[in-house]
């Protein structure tokens, strides 16, 4: 499997550098043939990176410890289910995912390039496999997971405890897939420019592959947050730790691409923006890269043993440097095909809204590497904690979500003040009587007050829009409310699902404002038949029991819950101690509820059986968890194809319903 593997994976760093050759020399040469093999090239790749990838997969499989890397992240006591977490679990084993996924996406961005972008598709190709070209010769050469030991170990040092979870079936692909993926839209991109296509031409693809690397991105966010919450034991889900912050902000600025690619596809306006925008995005994800492979601001997430940070550092400048050299060179030809009419119109706030997304991802980036920078300047770290990015982003994402709701309600072009006030009244009204039911109940909180208002606001602008769309086609068409309703999604799927990503993120929005302003903590130590209250809640400790295994001590808690007396469940919570890495893992026992949380995790089991108990109550995280899947079903509708109709598939409406149909994005 060690020979098979590294075989495989030469062969695609050199099948990906032909490909980088081929594609330019053949446009030059106006070559179809040498251009065909070079796309003929990118399509074997894979099926090389699918064997190494394969290769490496059946050597944990059998436990095949002669290799360094499965012998350094696996053991004869690891479940077979956990191989596929092993698998990446280091830079090798990542580095080779990595590559894997970029030329799978690679391969089917070139087979599916629309007819329209074929002269600008060797370039594409050519960018593509460039930076497959160096993910491949930098694991075949600086970390290659086939590498052998001078001797076989009889058993391994086995996986990270924190890793034997079911969130890191998911988290850490989506997100290396999401950091990855952008090399697409940004390759469409850079193609155009060199190919001297300037115009509308490559916004189709790079739209697509945008919303892709951007759920990923979302999906693998969401996730790294409920494996947090669930197992680290702190009760928490967002850090600010610096690699979550580098899967974020070219999260920050993906959602700002998509949403202004909208803008030159419908209007022909910004293209000089989106070409500085997926410029960013791809640094941003090379720098997130970058700081998981050795960077030199400490995290919890990076492989900090590795030594591979000087060679990412050279990429990423690389990777900046040139995209935004050649936007200077066709700075000329970029001109958009109009300009903003006005600042009250969706294309202002579309741009408005980028802003604002671009200062939270550089406020993020300078909380980031400031420790860097203080160690730099005054031979002293200073870290950056987490009430600087509250502080500082609080107001900015506040002012996001804002304009979240009134851009959808404001149209194109050019929007008189009497229409602004007949769109927006109905949900700032709603949003103002939340705020003033919420004070008059006892809610105080200014941030709180702020964030369930605009929330309210958001979600009212979202449904009047339906409930307009529905209703007008209700009349048009004789559908009863429920079919009219799903045929107006279904017309116009790239805009209604974008609402129902925009409802993804104010559930998102309830679930941080419920545990940052309202969250009760209480640490305890318990002995068996003690009880304890907090909030409504009070808890017995029955008692834990201890289970020896191969590689691990478990200690199972069990805790009933009452409320006003009544039995309401009873809870158990494990506390694991893996004595070969000195390191404790736990699975909080968790109560979830539209309403709040009861959050019970073991901190510390003491020799007279008693227990320390970290005990949550936090209001409103499920709506974070429920966020995900409606996130997934909005993007899903996005990008779902979608044929413009014949004319004789056209419904016949009256002329009343056509002046009352909702403007399409």
């Known amino acids: 499997m060690a020979d098979l593997g590294s075989?495989?994976?030469?062969?695609?760093?050199?099948?990906?550098?032909?490909?980088?050759?081929?594609?330019?020399?053949?446009?030059?040469?106006?070559?179809?043939?040498?251009?065909?093999?070079?796309?003929?090239?990118?399509?074997?790749?894979?099926?090389?990176?699918?064997?190494?990838?394969l290769s490496l997969v059946i050597a944990f499989i059998s436990h095949d410890f002669e290799i360094a890397y499965v012998a350094a992240h696996s053991d004869l006591a690891m479940p077979k289910q956990f191989t596929w977490v092993a698998f990446y679990a280091g830079n090798e084993g990542s580095l080779l995912y990595i590559g894997l996924v970029l030329s799978v996406m690679s391969a089917i961005a070139i087979w599916r390039s629309p007819e329209r972008l074929k002269d600008a598709l060797p370039y594409t190709t050519a960018v593509l496999m460039l930076t497959l070209t160096f993910f491949l010769a930098v694991t075949?050469?600086?970390?290659?997971?086939?590498?052998?030991?001078?001797?076989?170990?009889?058993?391994?040092?086995?996986?990270?405890?924190?890793?034997?979870?079911?969130?890191?079936?998911?988290?850490?692909?989506?997100?290396?897939?999401?950091?990855?993926?952008?090399?697409?839209?940004?390759?469409?991109?850079?193609?155009?420019?060199?190919?001297?296509?300037?115009?509308?031409?490559?916004v189709d693809a790079g739209r697509v592959w945008g919303i892709i690397s951007w759920v990923l991105l979302a999906s693998g966010l969401l996730l790294g947050s409920w494996w947090a919450y669930t197992i680290l034991g702190w009760g928490g889900f967002w850090f600010w730790d610096p690699v979550e912050n580098a899967a974020f902000m070219p999260w920050l600025a993906l959602t700002a691409f998509i949403h202004s690619i909208m803008v030159q596809k419908r209007r022909g306006m910004?293209?000089?923006?989106?070409?500085?925008?997926?410029?960013?995005?791809?640094?941003?994800?090379?720098?997130?890269?970058?700081?998981?492979?050795?960077?030199?601001?400490?995290?919890?997430?990076?492989?900090?043993?590795?030594?591979l940070g000087w060679v990412f550092l050279m990429f990423l400048a690389i990777g900046v440097l040139i995209p935004f050299a050649i936007f200077i060179w066709r700075y000329p030809l970029l001109k958009s095909a109009r300009n903003l009419d006005s600042m009250l119109s969706r294309e202002a706030a579309f741009l408005i809204n980028n802003l604002l997304l671009l200062a939270i991802a550089f406020v993020t980036l300078w909380g980031t590497v400031y420790p860097l920078i203080s160690r730099l300047t005054n031979d002293e770290e200073i870290t950056v904690a987490r009430p600087f990015y509250d502080q500082v982003n609080g107001p900015l994402m506040l002012a996001?979500?804002?304009?979240?709701?009134?851009?959808?309600?404001?149209?194109?072009?050019?929007?008189?003040?009497?229409?602004?006030?007949?769109?927006?009244?109905?949900?700032?009204?709603?949003?103002?009587?939340?705020?003033?039911?919420?004070?008059?109940?006892?809610?105080?909180?200014?941030?709180?007050?702020?964030?369930?208002?605009?929330?309210t606001f958001v979600t009212t602008g979202i449904l009047m829009e339906w409930y307009r769309g529905t209703l007008s086609r209700h009349r048009g068409t004789g559908e009863n409310y429920a079919a009219a309703f799903l045929h107006l999604i279904w017309a116009n799927r790239p805009r209604y699902g974008g609402y129902i990503a925009h409802l993804a993120v104010v559930m998102v929005t309830l679930g941080i404002v419920g545990t940052s302003f309202f969250s009760t903590q209480k640490d305890v130590v318990l002995s068996p038949g003690e009880r304890v209250t907090i909030e409504d809640y009070e808890l017995v400790?029955?008692?834990?029991?201890?289970?020896?295994?191969?590689?691990?001590?478990?200690?199972?808690?069990?805790?009933?819950?009452?409320?006003?007396?009544?039995?309401?469940?009873?809870?158990?919570?494990?506390r694991a101690f893996y004595p070969n890495f000195n390191m404790a893992s736990t699975n909080a026992a968790i109560?979830?509820?539209?309403?709040?949380?009861?959050?019970?995790?073991?901190?510390?089991?003491?020799?007279?059986?008693s227990v320390g108990f970290?005990?949550?109550?936090?209001?409103?995280?499920?709506?974070?968890?429920?966020?995900?899947?409606?996130?997934?079903?909005?993007?899903?509708?996005?990008?779902?194809?979608?044929?413009?109709?014949?004319?004789?598939?056209?419904?016949?409406?009256?002329?009343?319903?056509?002046?009352?149909?909702p403007t399409t994005a």
Not at 8 to 36: C, D, F, M, N, Q
Not at 287 to 302: A, T
């Open 7 to 53: 075989i495989s994976l030469w062969i695609a760093l050199a099948l990906a550098a032909y490909s980088t050759i081929a594609s330019v020399a053949g446009k030059l040469r106006l070559s179809p043939a040498l251009v065909e093999s070079a796309q003929s090239a990118a399509y074997a790749a894979v099926l090389a990176l699918l064997v190494s990838t």
């Open 140 to 202: 075949a050469v600086m970390a290659n997971p086939f590498d052998k030991l001078s001797f076989v170990p009889i058993d391994g040092e086995g996986i990270n405890p924190l890793l034997t979870h079911f969130g890191m079936f998911f988290h850490p692909p989506a997100l290396m897939a999401g950091l990855i993926g952008i090399t697409i839209p940004f390759a469409f991109a850079m193609g155009s420019m060199l190919a001297g296509k300037t115009g509308d031409e490559w």
């Open 270 to 307: 910004f293209r000089m923006w989106n070409i500085v925008l997926i410029n960013v995005a791809f640094g941003l994800a090379l720098y997130g890269m970058f700081m998981n492979r050795g960077g030199s601001v400490p995290s919890v997430h990076s492989f900090g043993a590795s030594s």
């Open 400 to 455: 996001l979500v804002f304009l979240m709701g009134v851009g959808p309600l404001i149209p194109w072009r050019k929007a008189s003040l009497s229409s602004l006030r007949r769109s927006l009244l109905p949900p700032a009204v709603a949003g103002l009587a939340t705020v003033a039911v919420l004070a008059a109940l006892g809610l105080h909180k200014d941030y709180a007050l702020i964030a369930f208002g605009l929330a």
């Open 541 to 574: 400790y029955l008692g834990s029991i201890e289970t020896p295994k191969s590689n691990r001590t478990e200690f199972t808690s069990t805790v009933q819950v009452f409320r006003d007396g009544e039995l309401l469940e009873t809870l158990r919570t494990t």
């Open 591 to 609: 109560r979830s509820t539209p309403v709040e949380d009861l959050y019970i995790v073991p901190s510390e089991n003491l020799p007279d059986g």
């Open 614 to 661: 970290r005990i949550l109550v936090n209001p409103l995280i499920w709506w974070m968890w429920v966020a995900g899947p409606v996130m997934l079903l909005g993007t899903g509708i996005a990008l779902w194809p979608q044929r413009a109709p014949s004319p004789a598939q056209v419904p016949s409406l009256s002329r009343s319903a056509v002046r009352s149909r």
